[in-house]
């Protein structure tokens, strides 16, 4: 299988490649370049391979939640090549991609991403036998002091959230925090992960059909609410 698995939705761009049993990934942290980076990206993963794109089987994209320009461009722009080459497209959280940045035990997972005007993306995950995530609850956004997480003994805690919110972050957690790392982003390597067991349980879709997950339809505070009316 050949699978290419892009992530734009945060800070981070990055492009993953599965080529038979190997994986090779670029990322950069380059905010409002993702758009002239990525495909670059994608052509030097699949030089480096010895592939063309005709070769690829699916296209893989973190469908969000995120940024509302990136993730609208990894959408997009999977969207554009699996219609060019006629493959499927899987889209996985940009959450759960995020998660499988925390070391690989049975603690839960918060992977929580800042998503500015006060607020976070959060959801809540425990790793698999099978190197996949079981959810823990649902993607939600709120603010940090109306986090609400589900009990567990031990915890990681992953993504810019816990930069911004550290404080009110781990009020929240019910049990002991192993672990905190909020320079963490969502990666394609991941996201090709988990697109990968997706593909193989026919859970891929038509491209047209492959859509975004924003979880809130704002973009900026009104003069109100930054208290400038």
């Not at 950069?28 to 758009?35: K, L, N, S």
């Not at 991941?190 to 990968?196: D, G, I, K, M, S």
Request: charged share 20%; aromatic share 4%; hydrophobic share 50%.
């Amino acid at each position: 299988m050949n699978l290419l698995a892009l992530e734009t939705s945060t800070e981070a761009c990055s492009v993953a490649l599965i080529h038979g049993d190997e994986v090779i990934a670029r990322s950069e942290i380059a905010p409002r370049r993702h758009a002239e980076l990525v495909l670059p990206m994608a052509d030097a993963l699949l030089a480096e391979a010895g592939l063309g794109r005709h070769a690829l089987d699916v296209i893989a994209v973190g469908r969000g939640p995120g940024a509302f320009t990136g993730v609208r461009l990894g959408i997009s722009l999977a969207q554009g090549m699996a219609l060019a080459l006629d493959v499927p497209v899987v889209t996985v959280s940009s959450l759960a991609a995020l998660a499988l940045e925390a070391p690989e035990d049975d603690a839960a997972i918060l992977a929580v991403i800042d998503a500015r005007m006060g607020e976070v993306y959060a959801a809540s995950y425990r790793r698999d036998d099978n190197g996949g995530l079981v959810a823990l609850d649902e993607e939600r956004v709120c603010t940090a002091d109306a986090l609400a997480l589900p009990a567990a003994n031990r915890w990681h805690v992953v993504g810019t959230g816990w930069t911004t919110y550290r404080d009110v972050v781990r009020s929240h957690l019910t049990g002991e925090l192993l672990s905190a790392e909020g320079a963490c982003y969502p990666q394609a390597r991941h996201v090709a992960e988990l697109a990968a067991q997706e593909f193989a349980a026919g859970r891929a879709t038509a491209p047209e059909l492959a859509l975004p997950i924003y979880l809130r339809d704002k973009v900026a505070l009104t003069l109100v609410e930054q208290g400038k009316a």
